[in-house]
């Protein structure tokens, strides 16, 4: 859909119908928080706050890319899915310092942009805005859900880039330490998906959101697993040809990744299912 810092944006058809469900319930959440506002304007907040949501997940998944871009890894794209949005980059960071790095750089934009828009909502709120009050509000919590839920430590997540990165700067290992990774991104996988059955059991509908996140966690860790090491060769810091074709194998054998426009993704990209309906609800 068009090219920010010289980055290919794609949205995904699946976008649309999370976009629409988004506004649905966020003007809903605002009828609770503010009863007196009339149906359209609270339709209205609802559509910009699913704006300002797009924008920040851009945001996040472009420092990803840019900061990775910065390390001379070749970046193919931005995705944005059902489940939140990809920077898709070409295999694997050189070294454990620059993987840390490009994992870090997304929860602290997501961390960034919550307090700026906390910022606009304090502001709003003195202010009496109501409108803005209550996008802001939405808007800044959601992005410090972003921030938090992808510093959890398994992969795909970010947190998972951060563990690893750490093993595998302690041992040397890069093949071991994607495997505890991978491992721990499982574990979390599983347990996101039996958290959200308890809550759907408990009545709590939304709570069946976490089961294909869980899903879908769960495979995008198995197929990180199989990720082989990066060409090493100090300056080096694209992944030799040989390295790339394991990768692709890999990603047809293990990564279910489904029809995302664009090119074979599961090469190192940095998914961000980080969609949480649950922290979309506005003040009250
Ligand atoms: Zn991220």
């Not at 810092?5 to 966020?26: C, D, K, M, N, Q």
């Not at 920077?87 to 870090?104: H, M, Q, R, S």
């Not at 059991?201 to 990180?224: E, H, K, Q, T």
Request: net charge positive; aromatic share 8%.
């Amino acid at each position: 859909m068009g090219r920010v810092l010289g980055i290919r944006l794609w949205l995904h058809a699946s976008w649309f119908l999370v976009a629409g469900l988004a506004v649905w319930a966020t003007a809903g959440a605002f009828k609770e928080a503010f009863p007196r506002l009339p149906l359209t304007e609270r339709v209205l907040m609802g559509v910009v706050t699913a704006a300002c949501f797009f924008a920040c997940l851009v945001t996040h998944e472009l420092a990803h890319a840019v900061v990775a871009r910065r390390f001379g890894v070749r970046v193919h794209g931005i995705t944005l899915f059902m489940l939140g949005g990809v920077a898709e980059i070409e295999g694997e960071l050189p070294t454990p310092a620059k993987e840390f790095a490009v994992a870090l750089v997304g929860p602290a934009t997501s961390l960034t942009l919550g307090a700026v828009f906390a910022l606009l909502w304090r502001t709003a709120s003195a202010v009496g805005w109501t409108g803005v009050e209550g996008v802001t509000f939405a808007v800044a919590a959601v992005n410090l859900g972003v921030a938090v839920f992808n510093l959890v430590p398994g992969l795909p997540l970010d947190g998972g880039r951060l563990l690893r990165a750490g093993l595998w700067r302690r041992s040397g290992n890069f093949e071991a330490a994607t495997r505890t990774a991978s491992a721990a991104g499982r574990i979390v996988a599983v347990l996101l998906a039996v958290i959200g059955l308890g809550a759907a059991a408990s009545g709590d509908i939304a709570g069946l959101w976490y089961v294909p996140m869980g899903g879908f966690i769960f495979l995008m860790a198995r197929s990180a697993g199989h990720a082989p090491a990066p060409g090493t060769g100090g300056a080096l810091a694209w992944p030799d040809e040989s390295a790339l074709r394991a990768r692709r194998k890999g990603h047809v054998r293990g990564s279910t990744w489904p029809d995302v426009p664009g090119e074979a993704p599961g090469e190192g990209h940095l998914p961000h299912p980080q969609w949480d309906p649950r922290a979309r609800r506005g003040p009250g």
